[in-house]
């Protein structure tokens, strides 16, 4: 409250003040009133009363505001339009009401009035002050958890206060502050809430909360493009630039640091899972580093790395089937595969579509499928070929070749059989042989001696050279002679054979005539190497013939 610079009237009553003038009985002249104090807003009732002694009749009331200026005071009557109301009459009552209380109401008031035959002004005043409630907040920043205490503070009388945050009432003055009680404070007076103070703010700091990330573009993401990670945080003080950290999958190896992380060239490797961390040195819930919730990142691209395989493997035995299989990797998955054969060059574009889906089968192979084919993947986002395979046919063996070759084998195996049986026979009859010659005298013998020999089988060994032939084989029968060997010779020099050998059997039928009876067994072998081929006894002759080429 400000000093009263004019505290020289004297005062009596209680606060009542009364003076008189000089020569005036002032026992009954008299002006009532009492110092205010009110708030910047407030419409204030200043409480006033008079009396006047007997006889005298009130023409008129009037409020002066009073300004003491070098020692001296200088009224201003104040004018009863506005925010100045006078509520007193002509009797008794002087009271004012002030409404919206300003700065500028605040200082000294006085009051006159005048009757029928006097005037009468207050020789003291009254002073209004006027203030407005401070609202202290105790501490104005803290971390969530301190306590905060709430105070209001007025120059007047005490009120009955009451406080709001942010238009809120508050119904305890004194808190743990949580983040929820941060915000903008005032008191007011109850009843008169309009009468209020100036807000203060209660900044309530705390660790990062709702920490999220998000990618753009947020749908789409297509192997190529460029792709923009940005992380996000409800923090006080807000998390920095370097207080975020962008994870892949794991938290093994930080992928980067910063709000925002920009891949320029997303690839299909970069697809996983991702999340990100905020920290501002405040824990939070005692959580120390808050991630967010992970966000998965699907890269799609066309279909690559697409190959054909066949089955069976190599070349494709004519009238077999065949199967050509298509595969590749893409996202989303290839929905459709297209098969085409090159009908011209590998180097050409002439492509002849063959089929679709992800296996060509081709029942019965036949010589118009081989050539280079190619499968075409097609997802959403566009299509990609295969390189070429070649499909090979395998033509089936020529139905002669069985044939032949069956006939070489019963060949074969009945010329073994021949040779089996040709060398027992010659065994056989070489030893029958050698047991006749070993029972012949060594002199002529008698015609029972000559009787006693069985018919004979000569063995030759005839050569046959494909040269032109010798004079002598045409000569006379010695000289054919001289090209026949007998069989023991023949067979007892095994190097004598030839590469390739012809068993032929020659049948000689025995001639009518005998020859006479005697004892000479010289004329009778010179008969019997004189016979013709035919005329002598049953005798076998197998000759062998070499033919050299």
């Known amino acids: 409250m400000k000093i009263n610079p004019l505290a020289l009237w004297l005062m009596s009553n209680d606060g009542k003040c009364d003076s008189g003038d000089s020569g005036v009985w002032s026992g009954n002249w008299r002006v009532t009133f009492s110092n205010q104090c009110a708030f910047r807003g407030q419409s204030v009732l200043i409480q006033c009363s008079y009396d006047y002694p007997r006889g005298h009749r009130v023409t008129s009331v009037t409020w002066f505001r009073g300004k003491y200026v070098s020692g001296q005071w200088f009224t201003t009557a104040l004018s009863y339009q506005g925010r100045f109301e006078y509520l007193g009459d002509k009797w008794s009552n002087c009271n004012l009401r002030i409404n919206n209380l300003q700065d500028t109401d605040e200082g000294a008031y006085f009051f006159q009035f005048e009757t029928t035959s006097d005037r009468w002004q207050s020789k003291t005043y009254l002073y209004l002050s006027v203030t407005e409630l401070t609202a202290v907040v105790k501490p104005t920043s803290v971390t969530e958890g301190e306590g905060v205490s709430l105070t209001c503070v007025s120059g007047c009388a005490p009120q009955n206060i009451v406080w709001f945050r942010d238009r809120q009432p508050v119904t305890n003055p004194n808190f743990q502050a949580s983040i929820e009680d941060a915000g903008t404070y ?14 203060v703010a209660l900044n309530v700091e705390y660790g990062p ?80 580093f808050p991630k967010s919730a992970g966000l998965n990142l699907d890269v799609q691209y066309l279909p690559e790395n697409i190959s054909v395989s066949v089955d069976p493997a190599g070349r494709v035995a004519e009238g077999s089937s065949v199967n050509l299989s298509c595969s590749s990797a893409a996202n989303p998955a290839a929905d459709s595969y297209t098969w085409f054969r090159r009908t011209g060059s590998p180097g050409s574009s002439s492509l002849l ?13 036949e010589p118009s499928h081989t050539g280079h084919y190619l499968c075409q993947a097609r997802n959403p986002l566009g299509e990609n070929n295969s390189t070429e395979l070649l499909l090979l046919m395998q033509e089936k063996a020529s139905q002669a070749l069985p044939i032949l070759a069956g006939v070489g084998v019963t060949v074969l195996v009945i010329f073994l059989v021949a040779l089996v049986v040709l060398l027992f026979r010659k065994k056989q009859k070489h030893a029958d042989k050698q047991t006749v010659s070993d029972s012949r005298p060594s002199g002529r013998g008698s015609d029972s001696s000559a009787k006693i020999e069985q018919p004979d089988s000569l063995y030759a060994n005839v050569d046959h ?10 000569s006379d029968h010695s000289g054919q002679a001289g090209k026949v060997r007998t069989a023991s010779n023949e067979y007892d020099d095994p190097s004598s054979w030839r590469d390739e050998v012809v068993y032929s059997t020659v049948t000689i039928k025995p001639r009518e005539t005998r020859l006479p009876d005697h004892t000479d067994n010289s004329l009778q072998d010179q008969h019997t190497q004189s016979e013709k081929p035919g005329e002598g006894d049953d005798s076998v002759i197998y000759a062998t013939v070499a033919k050299h080429s």
């Open 353 to 365: 579509q063959v089929g679709s889906g992800q296996m060509l089968s081709l029942p019965s192979m």
């Open 186 to 199: 005032h008191c007011a007076i109850r009843g008169q809430e309009t009468i209020r103070s100036v807000s």
């Open 209 to 288: 909360r709702k920490v999220s990330l998000s990618v753009s573009p947020s749908r789409d993401v297509v192997k190529g493009s460029s792709v923009t990670f940005t992380c996000s945080s409800d923090a006080n003080p807000a998390v920095t630039e370097g207080g975020y950290t962008l994870y892949k999958d794991t938290e093994d190896t930080p992928l980067a640091s910063g709000q925002n992380h920009t891949i320029s060239d997303i690839q299909p490797s970069h697809s996983g899972l991702y999340h990100c961390r905020a920290w501002n040195n405040i824990s939070s819930n005692g959580i120390a």
């Open 465 to 474: 050279f494909s040269s032109s032939p010798s004079p002598s084989r045409n």
